[in-house]
C-alpha cells in the first residue's frame, strides 16, 4: 500500500520562529492535503494542493505540491501559542482513499 | 460554514456488544467516509462509500464493520462485535467528489470498549 513519510515526528519551537515540515511517498499522489488537529477534535482543512509545482498560501502557512508528486511540505511563518497542534499530511491517488502521514507535534513557546 | 457532525462524541462499550457511531455529512457532498485513529497513532481509513455503496475499504474493515445511509442525512458505522483493539477515535468525513475535492471532518467519537 501507499506510505507516507512525515518529518520531523516533532518540534519545539519559540514564538515568531518559522516552521517547516515535509512529507514523502512511495508512490505518486494526484492530491496532496494538510490538517491540523487539536486535542480532541478531527482534522481540520490547512490547504489542498491538486497539481505538481502548486504552491499555496493560507495566512501564514504555506505549502507546495512537488513537482515529483511524491512530496509536498508546509512552512508556517512567524508561529505564535495557536498554532500548537499536530499537523498531517495527506495524499490522494486515484482511488478514493486518503492516506495520511504519522503526524508532527508542534509546540511553540511563547 | 457548513460541518461534519458526530453523534455521540464519547462511547463505552463492553467487549462483543455492537455499537453504531452516527454522522451528519455536509449536505451537498456526496461522498462518505470513516477513518480512525488509535491513541497517538495517524488517522488511517477505513471505508468510503457512494452511491448508496462501499467503493472502497481497507483491511481494517473486515466482516465486524458494515455502513449505511439510512435516510438522506446519516451516515452510519456498525461494529458488530467490538474488540477491546477497538477502541480509538472514528472519524467521519464528506466530500463533494473525489479527486480533487478535500475531506471534511468531523469532530469524531471516542470508542472505549472495556
Known amino acids: 500500500g501507499q506510505q507516507l513519510n512525515q518529518s520531523p515526528q516533532s518540534m519545539f519551537i519559540q514564538e515568531g520562529e518559522d516552521v517547516s515540515m515535509n512529507c514523502t511517498s512511495s508512490s505518486i499522489f494526484n492530491t496532496w492535503l494538510w490538517y491540523k488537529q487539536d486535542p480532541g477534535e478531527g482534522p481540520v482543512l490547512l490547504i489542498a494542493?491538486?497539481?505538481?509545482?502548486e504552491l499555496t498560501s493560507n495566512g501564514r502557512l504555506t505549502a507546495q505540491f512537488g513537482i515529483t508528486r511524491k512530496d509536498s511540505f508546509l512552512n508556517i511563518s512567524a508561529s505564535i501559542p495557536s498554532d500548537v497542534g499536530i499537523y498531517f499530511c495527506?495524499?490522494?491517488?486515484?482511488?478514493?482513499?486518503?492516506?495520511f502521514g504519522k503526524g508532527t507535534l508542534l509546540t511553540v513557546n511563547p | 460554514e457548513p460541518e461534519v457532525t458526530q453523534t455521540p462524541s464519547h462511547q463505552v462499550t463492553q467487549m462483543g456488544q455492537e455499537v453504531i457511531l452516527r454522522c451528519v455529512p455536509i449536505s451537498n457532498h456526496l461522498y462518505f467516509y470513516w477513518y480512525r485513529q488509535i491513541l497517538g497513532q495517524k488517522v488511517e481509513f477505513l471505508v468510503s462509500f457512494y452511491n448508496n455503496e462501499i467503493s472502497e475499504k481497507s483491511e481494517i474493515f473486515d466482516d465486524q464493520f458494515s455502513v449505511e445511509r439510512p435516510d438522506g442525512s446519516n451516515f452510519t458505522l456498525k461494529i458488530r462485535s467490538t474488540k477491546l483493539e477497538d477502541s480509538a477515535m472514528y472519524f467521519c468525513a464528506s466530500s463533494s467528489g473525489t479527486g480533487p475535492s478535500p475531506l471534511h471532518f468531523g469532530n469524531g467519537t471516542r470508542l472505549t470498549v472495556t
Open positions: 495527506a495524499g490522494r491517488g486515484s482511488n478514493y482513499k486518503l492516506t
Open positions: 494542493l491538486y497539481k505538481a509545482g
